[in-house]
Structures are given as C-alpha cells and as structure tokens.
C-alpha cells in the first residue's frame, strides 16, 4: 500500500525567510509518480509539479524549487523569498504506474508566512 | 473555460436525509474522482471512475454511491447522511499522468 507522510503540520516563517516542506512516501512499485499541490485560503485546490520516479532531477520554479530523493524516499518542496501569497496548506500526493490518477494524499502542510 | 463544476457549493443536512453532490467537467477527461478533506487527514479518497460505465472503491467508500453514465457527469450520493460525512468533497478530473483538476468543493454540514 502506498503513502504519504508529512510531518510537518504546522509552520509559520517570517516574510523573506526559505522554508522547505518535507514529504516522505512509500510505494513498493519501481514506477509511480509524486506531486505537490497548493491550497490557498480560498480553498481550492491548485497543481503545482509532477515528477516520475525515473526522473530525479531537482527542479525549480521561480521562487520555487523541489528535491527528489529516491534514497531517502523523499521529495521535499522549498520556497525561497517567502511571501505572503505563499500562505496555504500544500499537500504531497503520489500515485502509481497501475493507475496514474489515483492519488493518495498526505495530511497537509499549513504555511503561514508572517509579514 | 468551466473545467470541474461542483454544484451545490453548501450544503446542509439531517441525519438520515440523502443528497447527491454533482460534478461535471467539460474536458473530456475519461478519469474522474471524489475526495473527501477533513481537519487533520488531508484528501482521502471515495469513489473514482476511469471512464463512462466504469467505477470504483477508494479508501473511504461506505456510505456513498456513484455512477458514470457519461464521461462528463460523475454524481456523488450519500444514501443516509451521517454526522461523519460533514466534510469538504472535492471532484476531480484528469485526462492521464495524473495530474488532478478539481472542482471548487463543496462544503457539506450533517446535523
């Protein structure tokens, strides 16, 4: 069976200041698929990355970057230059090769970032 | 663009009252999705559908029922609703790889 944790349920960083998000999965397949979206006040509910399990390279967005680790089974999310648009729950997901569009969530990471 | 509509967006129940949340989407994605998000467990998931006439369990089926008898319309039905089913559902949709466009929500009180 696969999951997701995030430990982390609850940060609160000042404006400006990096903050990483941790994600921690486990899957027995070779093949699966990680992903992080974004929930900001408002409630809904937007994608923000994908990666595959056969592409480990770190990616960056802007002010956004993701590091992959299959090693460690980890793919963690950081935000540079915090700002307070970045206030939101944001929620890893993974899924697998059999069905790529079922994804099991983890519990959540509430960000606040204080002006 | 529509993409995933969920109607209603509140909603408030008795116990032992049935209702069906409705979904639709116009992106003609064959794989649909109920998600249910409570305080302190994320997204779990109910229901899901790879395609009209296709349907299946999630983590957390009991108490609902679907069906898909086209690919735009993914209905939610609570057969008698219970205190435990006040949550936040989510529909999605998604056309391959996985990657989820969901609804606005819907915002369902049992009282």
């Known amino acids: 069976a696969q999951k997701v944790t995030q430990a982390q349920t609850e940060i609160s960083v000042v404006e400006k200041e990096d903050v990483t998000l941790d994600c921690v999965y486990e899957?027995?397949?070779?093949?699966?698929?990680l992903f992080w979206y974004k929930q900001p006040p408002s409630g809904e509910l937007v994608f923000l990355i994908r990666?595959?399990?056969?592409?480990?390279q770190n990616e960056i967005s802007g002010r956004y970057s993701w590091n992959f680790q299959k090693s460690t089974s980890s793919f963690n999310f950081t935000i540079t230059a915090s700002q307070v648009v970045d206030s939101a729950v944001y929620f890893c997901?993974?899924?697998?090769?059999?069905?790529?569009?079922?994804?099991?969530f983890g519990t959540g990471t509430r960000l606040t970032i204080i002006p | 663009n529509a993409g995933v509509t969920q109607t209603p967006k509140f909603q408030v129940l008795k116990t032992g009252q049935s209702m069906t949340l409705q979904c639709a989407q116009d992106?003609?994605?064959?794989?649909m999705s109920w998600y249910r998000q409570d305080p302190g467990m994320g997204l779990r998931l109910i229901h899901y559908?790879?395609?009209?006439?296709?349907?299946d369990q999630g983590e957390v089926p009991n108490g609902y029922n679907v069906s898909r008898s086209t690919t735009e319309d993914f209905p939610l039905r609570l057969l008698s609703a219970a205190p435990s089913q006040t949550s936040v559902y989510f529909c999605?949709?998604?056309?391959?790889?996985?990657?989820?466009?969901f609804g606005e929500g819907s915002r369902l009180t049992v009282l």
């Open positions: 999605a949709s998604s056309y391959s790889k996985g990657r989820l466009f």
């Open positions: 899957t027995r397949d070779t093949t699966y698929y």
């Open positions: 990666r595959n399990s056969f592409d480990e």
């Open positions: 997901a993974l899924s697998e090769e059999g069905l790529r569009e079922k994804l099991t």
């Open positions: 992106m003609n994605h064959e794989y």
């Open positions: 559908s790879v395609g009209a006439g296709i349907t």
